[in-house]
């Protein structure tokens, strides 16, 4: 077996363009699209009739909770498969940035649905309003902010949404960087970028 690591593989040679896994791929591509989802249901959630903002925060927290699960599996993957090597074109200060990049994305992710998940489980209706995955798979509250006496745990509710709301637009924001280097790269320095990381 090969040992882990995660750096990037050595510089491809010249012509031949280097790709992450099949695997990382389609890891990519299901976690953004279901963020892309979670944050249409989160902008939207107001615009739903009364009846059915319930099932719309429902669907929120299962995605939510299905993200966190996916991005873990994700980052054993990079550890166990070093991922391609950047271009030799790119900058020192752009291979830095795009490693910072990164590793604040993961940070993003996995402290989106967790901070989601604290706030939850410090819901005042929470025992009344079991939850459960797509309803269908239940899944647990964390018993530490649940069983809190009810003024504390009313503040802790109010405190980590303002913080999953922080997170929500620190991730809006660097999204929009990691696409906007991405297209730079891919259509003003020639780079195949985009091939890196697209379904064969």
Do not use: C
Not at 84 to 108: F, K
Not at 145 to 163: C, I, Q
């Amino acid at each position: 077996m090969p040992p882990a690591t995660t750096g990037h593989a050595d510089t491809p040679p010249p012509g031949r363009m280097s790709r992450y896994t099949t695997t990382a791929i389609w890891l990519h591509w299901t976690i953004a699209l279901l963020l892309a989802a979670n944050i249409a249901l989160a902008l939207t959630a107001d615009y739903f009739p009364e009846s059915a903002v319930r099932t719309v925060i429902d669907m929120h927290k299962s995605i939510g909770i299905t993200v966190l699960g996916l991005v873990l599996l994700r980052i054993v993957w990079r550890w166990r498969h070093s991922p391609p090597a950047l271009p030799a074109t790119y900058a020192t200060w752009e291979r830095t940035a795009s490693h910072a990049a990164h590793i604040t994305l993961y940070a993003l992710i996995l402290a989106l649905p967790i901070s989601g998940w604290m706030h939850d489980s410090a819901w005042k209706d929470a025992s009344t309003h079991p939850m459960t995955l797509f309803g269908l798979v239940p899944w647990p509250r964390l018993g530490f902010l649940m069983n809190l006496p009810p003024a504390a745990k009313e503040a802790w509710h109010s405190r980590l949404f303002t913080l999953h709301a922080v997170l929500a637009y620190a991730l809006y924001a660097l999204f929009a960087l990691h696409v906007a280097g991405a297209l730079k790269h891919q259509w003003f320095d020639g780079e195949r970028e985009l091939q890196r990381m697209w379904p064969k």
